[in-house]
């Protein structure tokens, strides 16, 4: 008898499809479906909040998020039941404290705060807010047993059709296409997308199976510290001063995530023999 056949991309679509909507009735309280609904949505208007970076300057604007790190860890605590040691508050101050030297070394070559500032901020404010809220939320199903590739294609849908509702309506949908249509090579930014998308889903497997193996502050902690990779690359890419502020903030981003790493399994390990003992 020939083997199985590999299902196609349809049919794996439609088995997401079905899984996702058996989980509403998973469990008690709100269903593993709805917060991972509640989870595309909040991404939408989190990454919404990005355009922070047309009112302030883009590197002073990146590093900004890099409380990031810390504010998961408080909002973890504060709101998701989870305790954190001394050593994983410590670790992931020093993560924001060597992202922001880090940032500041970039920015004294940059060309400022933009005209909007007060409104930029705001917009931060509300990223990093609602950010640390998702990535919670993302933890706790994903620790709770939801698989990778199932909380993507929610989250994802949901957050696709709130993108192409609001796209529609603003006009920037049509006004994207006539953008594309008027290109020397019109078929380029639909390859260059589609490639971006692909990779991007691999890159978000691996993020969620840090989640899932670990915790969304170790998760992001190792995203905050891959901007700072990025930004050295480019000291090969482009010639520009490698300061005082820099080194520093290598050492001390990448001395917190080490520092969190190994106090958060240290705590793991002691919470799992209290509970033996």
Known sequence: ???????????????????????RTAGG?????LKASCCGLLMSVSHGAGVEEVHLNYVFAVFCKSAKVPLILL???????????????????LVF???????????FGST???????????????NLSISCVCVNLQQELLHGGMKQSLLLFIQYSVSTICLVLHCTVSGELSEAYRW??????PHGPVIGTMLDTVL????????YRLTKEFDATRCNAVCSLRKMLTFCLSFVLFPKHF????????ALGNGGGLLLHFAAERHKAEKEKSKIV
């Not at 309280?29 to 479906?33: A, I, L, Y």
């Not at 400022?112 to 509300?126: K, Q, R």
């Not at 594309?180 to 090579?185: D, I, M, R, S």
């Open 97 to 107: 404290a060597g992202l922001a030297t880090f940032g500041a070394g970039e920015k």
């Open 29 to 33: 309280g709100p269903s593993n479906f």
């Open 75 to 93: 909002v973890s605590s504060c709101f998701f039941g989870q305790s954190a040691s001394v050593g994983e508050v410590v670790g992931s101050l």
């Open 1 to 23: 008898l020939a083997g199985a056949s590999e299902p196609s991309l349809v049919e794996k679509a439609y088995a997401l499809a079905k899984e996702a909507v058996s989980s």
């Open 200 to 207: 991007t889903y691999l890159g978000l497997l691996a993020l």
């Open 112 to 126: 400022g705060l933009g005209s909007s500032s007060g409104w930029g901020f705001c917009l931060i404010a509300a």
């Open 180 to 185: 594309q249509q008027n290109l020397a090579n």
């Open 243 to 250: 300061s005082a502020f820099h080194a520093v903030g290598l």
